[in-house]
């Protein structure tokens, strides 16, 4: 019998040694993410804006194309060239912040950032099947999360040690994208995966399965989402003028590994129960969360710094236990939409699906975060937060009527193959 893929070891080693890789490259992105604000300078706060939106507009626009290049030339290929120009650019920022150098490398590390993402995920749909690919994709989203975590807690740190040059820190994180990147060169095998040869991308992105765009509107309003979420912190410097996210790091860590840890189980019971039936506990946490959030906020935000963790929870209530369960529900979504893609997407265009799922991260996260700043003007943290829940029912329901009517389609044409001739 000819094997046509790695063995169970060689995969699981693989899958090992590509969640060490993401967690490293987030880590990276996660110290950025707290540096680059104090790093850049810039006349207004509009221009500061720009430059930092022209990282997820790059990713965004440059999606499609990476997805159909990760099917055409291999994952590993695009991953390796991904990290090491992510360490490059790095360098380049580290070196001056001088506008246009900041703003193009900044802009180019959106597209790195798109090979990576794409890459890992089509590589863990190829190293997985449908009974594990849960609990695969759990575990990239607890390695990003924790990265994301750790790398927070490093940008908090390097604020301080290197607050005279702070372009010694993004020195430091090139350094380490640019040994994570020669370490997987050396270890990372491409994975066993059909190909389809040369096709336009038009044909690959026409081959996607109806299954696929059906779950695409409830993971868009995820993104969306997500993008209301990056605007909390201007909605604590508007109401208590603290704008350094620095001093929140602990809590955000906290978030990012309780969200990680949700996925990595709900990823493991979406394997056990089905993928929809994991989004719908997912999509009941989110939507739960979203309503009390407006009221938890304004508990959490009048609470001074330095208070003690009992006389905190006795300022907020029950609702923060609520509030917190509310979340880890929430933490269902993820996994289980990456799942159910992975499942769903031919074969051949793996890549072609996740760079959709990729594109619709930044577009929706964009979307979010502008549409968050205009309810914010309307009608303050409620408006915020209870127009978030209305897209995302909506576009939820939208999923679920896609869904359940190519699942009706799909039992018709069974019927008419089982008993030809007759009507169905």
């Given amino acids: 019998m000819t094997r046509t ?9 693989t899958l090992s040694i590509l969640y060490l890789s993401v967690f490293l490259t987030r880590i990276g992105f996660g110290t950025i993410l707290i540096i680059f604000p104090l790093y850049v300078a810039t006349p207004s706060s509009s221009l ?23 099917d055409l030339r291999g994952r590993r290929r695009v991953f390796v060239t991904g990290m090491a120009l992510i360490s490059v650019l790095t360098f380049l920022i580290g070196l001056s912040n001088n506008l246009v150098l900041v703003g193009g490398a900044h802009a180019l590390e959106g597209l790195a950032a798109a090979m990576v993402t794409i890459a ?43 607050s005279s040059n702070l372009g010694d820190s993004f020195l430091v994180v090139s350094a380490i994208m640019g040994a994570s990147s020669i370490f997987v060169y050396f270890v990372l095998r491409e994975p066993g995966h059909a190909s389809q040869g040369r096709r336009s991308l038009r044909q690959m992105y026409d081959s996607l399965t109806s299954d696929v765009v059906g779950i695409l509107p409830i993971w868009f309003s995820l993104t969306i989402i997500l993008g209301f979420y990056l605007f909390l912190p201007r909605l604590v410097a508007a109401r208590t003028g603290v704008n350094d996210l620095s001093q929140s790091a602990g809590l955000l860590l906290l978030a990012l590994l309780v969200f990680g840890a949700g ?162």
């Fill in 5 to 13: 893929g790695p063995g169970l070891f060689a995969k699981l080693g």
């Fill in 48 to 70: 500061a804006a720009i430059i930092i939106a022209l990282y997820p507009a790059l990713e965004g626009f440059s999606a499609l194309p990476v997805g159909a290049v990760v």
């Fill in 120 to 162: 890992s995920l089509t590589m863990i749909t190829d190293l997985t099947v449908e009974q594990n690919r849960g609990a695969g994709m759990g575990a990239f989203d607890l390695a990003n999360l924790a990265g994301y975590g750790v790398g927070i807690m490093l940008g908090t740190l390097f604020s301080k040690i290197f």
């Fill in 263 to 424: 996925a990595l189980m709900f990823g493991r019971l979406s394997d056990k129960i089905g993928r929809t039936k994991t989004v719908m506990i997912g999509a009941a946490g989110e939507l739960g969360f979203l309503i009390i959030l407006p009221n938890l906020f304004e508990r959490l935000v009048v609470i001074p710094q330095g208070t003690p963790l009992i006389e905190s929870y006795q300022m907020v209530g029950p609702i923060i236990i609520v509030g917190g369960f509310l979340f880890f529900l929430g933490s269902a979504l993820i996994p289980s939409i990456l799942a159910y893609i992975g499942d769903k997407a031919s074969r051949e265009f793996r890549g072609s699906a996740m760079g959709l799922y990729s594109l619709m991260l930044s577009g929706g996260i964009t979307t979010g975060t502008i549409l968050a700043g205009i309810a914010d003007d309307l009608g303050g943290v409620q408006a915020v937060f209870y127009s978030a829940a209305i897209i995302f029912s909506g576009l939820t329901l939208t999923s679920a009527w896609l869904l359940y009517s190519n699942s009706k389609t799909s039992r018709s044409e069974s019927l008419a193959q089982e008993h030809p001739g007759k009507p169905i």
